[in-house]
Each structure stands twice: as structure tokens, then as C-alpha cells.
């Protein structure tokens, strides 16, 4: 998106978008980002025939696949603990081991075993209890970076993102078609990474309302 053609041709579909959203009730036209994706292609294709839109898309589903398997470990952990409560009696009320220990004149010895099973349980349950709010995290820490003036490029991301859905449908639909083939290279029936991506990026720059996306 830093690329100038890229720049000026987001710029000039934001300009018709804005002159013509009455007409169009707010709609963006596909045969806007038809023709966006035939311009990207003129401007050269790289190894494997791919445009710089393609690669664009294969980026961002890089980014949308780290977040799922950011969920998927933290599903694993959360299963773990999960197996490990069961052998508590109650997670709201843990009895203090040390407590009792103290209350039956235990030697010393004994105290600092408690006291590591005191531990062991508090962070198991810690854990247990601890909401999914990883992804609010991620949106915490690199939400700066994306708001650094160096990436202003970016205020354009949401425009571009229309077209990128038409190639994404475009790759998806010939993905689908090489299960049927012999060389299954490149083969898929899904992939949700590329909207999981693209919803994790609009949320770091704050586009999500232009849009007019409920979310919490």
C-alpha cells in the first residue's frame, strides 16, 4: 500500500465512492473492485503469476492464521486446567494448605510444601478463570504501531479491502477446484484466516466504523 500506484488508485475510489454513496445507498460496486484487481495485475505479476494483490492477501491471511493459532493454544491451556480442576472440591473456595499446616504446628518442612501447593493451585485457577482477552492484548500492543505516522499509508486499508474479498473469493474458488485435481498443490476447501486477518487489522486502525460494524 506504501506503492504509489497502489495510493493513487485507492485514492481516486474513495473519491468516486464518497461522490456517488447517496446513489448507491452506501454500496461499494463490485465492478469497482473487478476493475481494481485488473489494474493491479497490469502493473506486473511476480513468481507463480501472482499480482501484488495476491500477495497482499497471502499477508494477511499469514496474520489472521498466527491469530488462530494464538486461540488454539490458548483453548489447549484453558483444556489443561480444565483436566487439572477436577481434582479441586470447590474453585471459589480454596482451603489454604499453609494455613492449616500453621493450625497444626507442622514443622517447617511441611510449611514449604504447603505453601508450593498453595501456589500451584492459586495459578491453576488463575488460569482457569482467566477470561479470553488475549486478542484484546494483541490489539493493545500493536495498535501503536499501526498509528505510527511512518504506516499513514494505511488510512487507506478499509477502501482496499473490497477488492482484496474478490480475490480472496477468486482464490478460494480455484483452491476448491484442484481438490478434484491430480497435482493437489495449493489444494483447500477453507480458510477462514484471511477474515480473521482482515477484521484483526481494521480493528487496530480503528476503521471498523466505516463499516458501520456493531462489535464490542
Not at 452506501?26 to 501472482?50: C, H, P, T, W
Not at 517447617?108 to 479470553?132: E, P, Y
Not at 497435482?183 to 480503528?206: E, R, W
Amino acid at each position: 500500500m506504501y506503492d504509489e500506484h497502489i495510493k493513487s488508485r485507492l485514492s481516486k475510489d474513495l473519491r468516486s465512492f464518497r461522490e456517488s454513496n447517496a446513489n448507491n445507498s452506501q454500496m461499494y460496486s463490485y465492478k469497482n473492485a473487478e476493475n481494481f484487481n485488473k489494474g493491479i495485475r497490469s502493473l506486473g505479476l511476480v513468481e507463480n503469476d501472482q499480482s501484488y494483490l495476491d500477495l497482499f492477501r497471502e499477508l494477511i491471511t499469514q496474520i489472521g492464521n498466527a491469530m488462530g493459532y494464538v486461540r488454539m493454544i490458548r483453548s489447549g491451556g484453558r483444556h489443561c486446567c480444565s483436566d487439572a480442576t477436577i481434582f479441586l472440591p470447590n474453585i471459589d473456595t480454596v482451603v489454604s494448605f499453609k494455613e492449616m499446616s500453621e493450625i497444626n504446628n507442622l514443622d517447617l518442612n511441611s510449611l514449604n510444601s504447603a505453601l508450593n501447593v498453595d501456589n500451584n493451585i492459586n495459578q491453576l485457577v488463575r488460569n482457569f478463570l482467566q477470561g479470553t482477552e488475549y486478542f484484546k492484548l494483541l490489539v493493545d500492543v500493536f495498535a501503536p504501531v499501526f498509528h505510527n505516522p511512518k504506516n499513514v499509508h494505511l488510512k487507506f486499508f478499509f477502501i482496499i479491502v473490497p477488492p482484496l474479498t474478490l480475490n480472496f473469493v477468486e482464490h478460494m474458488i480455484l483452491s476448491k477446484d484442484k481438490i478434484t485435481k491430480k497435482n493437489k498443490a495449493g489444494a483447500a476447501f477453507t480458510d477462514d484466516g484471511f477474515s480473521m486477518g482482515v477484521a484483526y487489522i481494521l480493528k487496530l486502525l480503528d476503521q471498523l466504523p466505516k463499516y458501520k460494524i456493531k462489535y464490542k
